[in-house]
């Protein structure tokens, strides 16, 4: 898949503050076209576009990964990815309707490809340098903390009814937005903080409600997340 001559063009360039994705080399740009294809790796301006476009997205955008997950565990996904948004990116493309309610058309659902060893490193590398948004992530001053877990699933789900659209377990919660019993081996906790408390700035045309939750409460749920996820390690 990875050109390795290339991705070390890249990454030479890179570090002396050429941005990558506007070089106009063909070579170099063609590094990452296979996951260009289907995520956004370049800032797209969403609010300078109709909230019709979140439909067409084929994937999660990508560029602000680095500000996003964690390295360790993107490179294991690469290599062995599993379905985290178990109705797709956009649900309601992916629902069939019945007359015992709707279910998810897992046929519908589109494969990830799978990287060897060595272009899982190198992608993750690469996709760990874009940090567009470190000032959302610092405005949101989370430090991990410790709660109950019994608090923290209250929490979750009765207190705020993330579990309409979030499983935090592999057998519980709704499919209509990502899984989040692995989130905290996923995401960097900064990043949970600041996307719970205003997901409209990390993206303007999100489905995830931006419920102005105060301070106390977005610590208690990304607290949760911690100590929930460490019984799916």
Not at 9 to 18: F, I, P, Q, S
Not at 182 to 189: F, K, S, V
Not at 199 to 204: C, E, G, Q, R
Not at 210 to 222: I, Q, R, T
Request: charged share 20%; hydrophobic share 40%.
């Amino acid at each position: 898949m990875i050109n390795h001559r290339n991705w070390v063009l890249a990454v030479t360039l890179l570090l002396a503050g050429t941005p990558y994705l506007v070089l106009a080399d063909s070579d170099v740009a063609q590094l990452m076209a296979d996951c260009g294809d289907c995520h956004a790796l370049n800032n797209p301006n969403y609010t300078q576009q109709s909230a019709t476009e979140r439909k067409n997205r084929k994937a999660p955008p990508l560029f602000y990964a680095g500000n996003k997950f964690n390295r360790t565990w993107l490179v294991a996904w690469l290599q062995n990815p599993e379905r985290i948004r178990p109705a797709g990116y956009y649900p309601p493309a992916h629902i069939l309707r019945g007359a015992d309610g709707d279910s998810v058309d897992t046929s519908s659902l589109p494969e990830h490809t799978a990287l060897s060893a060595a272009d899982a490193a190198q992608t993750a590398d690469y996709l760990m340098s874009l940090k567009p948004f470190t000032s959302l992530v610092e405005a949101a001053a989370y430090e991990p903390g410790t709660l109950s877990w019994k608090m923290g699933n209250l929490t979750f789900g009765k207190f705020n009814g993330c579990d309409a659209c979030h499983r935090d377990a592999p057998d519980y919660g709704g499919t209509s937005g990502p899984e989040l019993y692995t989130a905290w081996a996923r995401l960097q906790p900064g990043f949970i903080a600041s996307y719970i408390a205003d997901p409209v700035a990390w993206d303007p045309h999100t489905l995830m409600p931006g419920n102005s939750l105060n301070p106390e409460v977005v610590k208690k749920l990304a607290d949760y997340l911690k100590v929930n996820g460490e019984d799916f390690k």
